[in-house]
């Protein structure tokens, strides 16, 4: 079955360091997207992308970056991490054509990151 | 900027009753999408229901239903005969439909059902 993952799903780092989370999709999606959970926020959008090659800001894109180089990659990467960077993200995917799925995103797990 | 404002932080039900939660949107645009999406303990996103603005008729997915006031930017979910299993949180998204896909997201409702 298509399925899109994350990893990992848990860490923990200090500040001033770089951290790369994957985003892995199989569903051969044209939309990759990358939010942040925080408390009192719900989900805010920092990067997305609508295929290879294009990458876009989103509301919340200060200190991060990704690239997309294939389908079924986007890894977000924050530079040097910061306190205020502590939260849970989230990737998603959507096909981007008109069909039954063609407004709806699929989330990966989740990968909760802690900056100390 | 498109806006989604959820005003109920947290709301409880007895198991079996029914429960609405609220959503309102600030949008200039005419052909857009609304979403449910429910969160449970597992940090895990799944779509509840969709609605598709020019579409009058509200949509419903089984013990799920939405009351869509397009002229109020309304767009409440209702959830009758309560489970255990829909204790969540539960996210309202807003999506401009054309060639946009992003999703904008509400703060949340977090959902308890008292057995």
Known sequence: ??????????????????????????W??????????????GLRLIHYSYGVQDTNKGEVSDGYSVSRSNTEDLPLTLESAASSQTSVYFCASSDGRKGINYNEQFFGP???LTVL | AQTVTQ???????????TVTLSCT???????????????????????VIRQEAYKQQNATE??????????????SLKISDSQL???????????????????????????????
């Open chain 1, 1 to 26: 079955d298509a399925e899109i993952t994350q990893s990992p799903r848990h860490k923990i780092t200090e500040t001033g360091r770089q951290v790369t989370l994957a985003c892995h999709q199989t």
């Open chain 1, 28 to 41: 051969n999606h044209n939309n990759m997207f990358w939010y942040r959970q925080d408390l009192g926020h």
């Open chain 1, 110 to 112: 989740g990968t909760r």
């Open chain 2, 7 to 17: 005003s109920q932080p947290e709301m409880s039900v007895q198991e079996a009753e």
């Open chain 2, 25 to 47: 949107y600030d949008t200039s645009e005419s052909d857009y999408y609304l979403f449910w999406y429910k969160q449970p303990p597992s940090r895990q996103m799944i779509l």
């Open chain 2, 62 to 75: 089984n013990r799920f239903s939405v009351n869509f006031q397009k002229a109020a930017k309304s767009f």
């Open chain 2, 85 to 115: 299993g829909d204790a969540a949180m539960y996210f309202c998204a807003y999506r401009f439909n054309f060639g946009n896909e992003k999703l904008t997201f509400g703060t949340g409702t977090r959902l308890t059902i008292i057995p």
